[in-house]
């Protein structure tokens, strides 16, 4: 078992930015795939970065303007959100391990293991 522990969420104004950060505890080896994905209030959830073997992935409407990384001591995955939009505004979540099967980073239902959740709101 893994827990996931998000932090770094708030209200900024658009254009500014925020950096979240999930800590990865227990079963670490699962930190080896890391994911994010946000929901906004009746809307599915999406995958918006990914981390695994060295390379990182984005969703479109967030290249250049999300950063995922990885600190593999200290079990943390980040998402830098740079140039934030009012769009952005959802619940943010992290998610670790990879289930066996077909596997696509940005499916949710690919991951053992999630956080809480971490708020972001941006305003106009």
């Known amino acids: 078992q893994a827990q996931l522990v998000e932090s770094g969420g708030g209200s900024v104004q658009a254009g500014g930015s925020l950096r979240l950060s999930c800590v990865v505890s227990g079963d670490t080896d699962s930190s080896v795939y890391m994911g994010w994905f946000r929901q906004a209030p009746g809307k599915e959830r999406e995958g918006v970065a990914a981390?695994?073997?060295?390379?990182?992935y984005y969703t479109n409407s967030v290249k250049g303007r999300f950063t995922v990384s990885q600190e593999n001591a200290k079990n943390t995955a980040y998402l830098q959100m740079n140039s934030l939009k009012p769009e952005d505004t959802a619940m943010y979540y992290c998610?670790?391990?990879?289930?066996?099967?077909?596997?696509?980073?940005?499916?949710?239902?690919?991951?053992?293991?999630w956080g809480q959740g971490t708020q972001v709101t941006v305003t106009s």
């Open positions: 981390i695994f073997v060295g390379n990182a």
């Open positions: 998610a670790a391990g990879r289930k066996a099967g077909s596997w696509f980073w940005y499916s949710a239902p690919g991951y053992e293991y």
